[in-house]
């Protein structure tokens, strides 16, 4: 399959990476044992109060692999510099130096699923294989195969929304077919098959999509009550999703959402079990989200992944509601995309579609690179010496609903 630019899409260097986000990370392994403590680093620790102690996740996060997301919608791009000052501004939490990354290449995601009877769609989950863009010469990189469950069905758990997810990167030389059989093989060693274990590479069809330009910024948030420090990977989102066929797109949204990393300090008593930490871990969660939230003006809690908004703006700019469908013999929105010009392979969408998903993804990058240019890197100059408080939630408080239509 040939792409434009002129690369192989099959023998070139596809794979997924990793930025450093959290403290003692290895730059050359992100994923791989932590590495002692700089003096820097035990610097932000003593400003912060906190005990230069790793809390091991694989002992106190209960089994399952879980993707907690918190999301928050801005009204426009100025919502990422406030936020970004509200954590500058923070007592106990702030911007970590030097990771706070602008140079990622914008990341394609297809929503693929069988059809017709979509295996996925009916039950809120979505396979996704995703892909960065060069914005300079086109080419694909670093793919990977990705299954998500949906946030509407999900536990909601300490306030944050409690997500499973299984992916697997596209190594160096693998067509998308094997890779998408060793993501399957993966999940069978573990004894934890793929919602789409059994389906096969060749029924997959391609049904939406969405493209997103994004920073990667680390956050470190103290609790308020405890010297217990919780490491975040902040992604600042400008994405849109697109239209079946995958050649236009709908509608933009800017979008806070993040990830816990990493946690430090001294445990409160009143933590025992992995159940417990989980709880915690949560709530602290909700409370970094509830603070954005509440002094972004205009800002709005999304309890919503990328792929459900798709699909709902998919059902509303189509008309399709349960009774269309119904007339039109389909159960799924999934299913009906192949009447909108959707429902492709990956290779046809891969040939037909690149030059789109190329200059789509350009017009977000080029959003994203101006905003960049207006903000400053974080600095350890103001860690510690903020003004406000990241308080915890007061009770009977809940978000916001979710806005049904985009931010065009």
Not at 46 to 65: D, Y
Not at 247 to 274: C, D
Request: hydrophobic content about 35%.
């Amino acid at each position: 399959m040939t792409v434009q630019g002129g690369s192989s899409f099959e023998g070139d260097e596809i794979m997924s990476y990793e930025k450093v986000i959290g403290f003692g990370v290895d730059p050359g392994k992100p994923k791989g044992a932590l590495k002692p403590l700089t003096d820097t680093e035990r610097g932000y620790f003593k400003r912060m109060g906190v005990e230069p102690v790793l809390i091991e996740p694989k002992i106190w996060m209960p089994e399952g692999n879980r993707e907690p997301e918190p999301k928050i919608f801005f009204p426009g791009i100025t919502g990422f510099h406030t936020a970004r000052v509200l954590i500058a501004d923070s007592k106990n939490a702030f911007l970590i130096p030097g990771q706070a990354y602008r140079d990622k290449h914008p990341l394609t995601s297809l929503l693929i699923d069988t059809n017709p009877a979509a295996t996925l769609d009916p039950k809120n989950l979505s396979l996704r294989y995703r892909f960065e863009i060069d914005p300079l010469t086109g080419r694909l990189d670093r793919a990977d195969f990705n299954e998500k469950s949906g946030m509407a069905t999900s536990n909601v758990i300490g306030g944050c929304i409690d997500r499973y997810e299984r992916e697997l990167s596209q190594r160096p030389g693998e067509s998308p077919r094997d890779a998408y059989i060793a993501f399957i093989e993966k999940y069978r060693r573990r004894g934890d098959p793929a919602f789409c274990d059994g389906v096969a590479f060749e029924d997959l069809r391609v049904g939406a999509g969405y493209q997103c330009a994004r920073n990667e910024v680390g956050v470190a948030f103290v609790h308020p009550r405890d010297k217990v420090m919780f490491v975040f990977e902040v992604c600042e989102d400008i994405w849109d999703d697109k239209t079946p066929d995958i050649e236009h797109a709908i509608s933009k949204y800017y979008e806070f959402e993040f990830e816990l990393k990493q946690t430090w300090g001294k445990l409160p008593a009143r933590i025992r079990t992995p159940e417990d930490f989980k709880e915690y871990a949560y709530s602290a969660m909700t409370m970094f989200q509830h603070h954005i939230h509440l002094n972004v003006p205009g800002s709005t809690i999304n309890m919503k992944s990328k792929a459900e908004i798709a699909k709902e703006n998919f059902r509303a700019m189509y008309g399709l509601n349960e009774d269309t469908l119904m007339s039109m013999g389909v159960q799924s929105l999934f299913d009906a995309a192949a009447m909108y010009g959707g429902a492709k392979t990956l290779e046809h969408i891969m040939v037909d579609t690149q030059a789109a998903m190329w200059r789509m993804g350009n017009k977000l990058y080029d959003e994203m690179v101006r905003f960049n240019d207006s903000v400053a890197p974080p600095t350890a100059a103001d860690i510690g010496h903020g003004n406000r408080w990241i308080q915890e939630i007061p009770t009977g408080w809940s978000p916001s609903a979710p806005p049904v239509a985009a931010y065009r």
